[in-house]
């Protein structure tokens, strides 16, 4: 039930409660957008497409570090 212990390096989520959780630990996410977490902010895909790049993105960006 609690996603944050896998201890992934990025999490794909919808859960409003969910991203509530990654906001107060710190962790680092992507909201998968539906009508039940509009209000969430974050970063945010709307199409399994538009995931894969942004993890993409991410690993680029921890690479370079």
Do not use: H
Not at 32 to 52: H, L
């Amino acid at each position: 039930k609690d996603k944050t212990s896998v201890n992934a390096d990025l999490y794909i989520d919808d859960s409003p409660a969910n991203i509530q959780r990654f906001q107060e630990e710190q962790k680092n996410y992507i909201i998968y957008d539906n009508s039940t977490n509009r209000s969430c902010d974050g970063p945010r895909a709307r199409n399994w497409d538009e995931v894969y790049d942004m993890v993409m993105e991410a690993m680029k960006s921890k690479s370079r570090t």
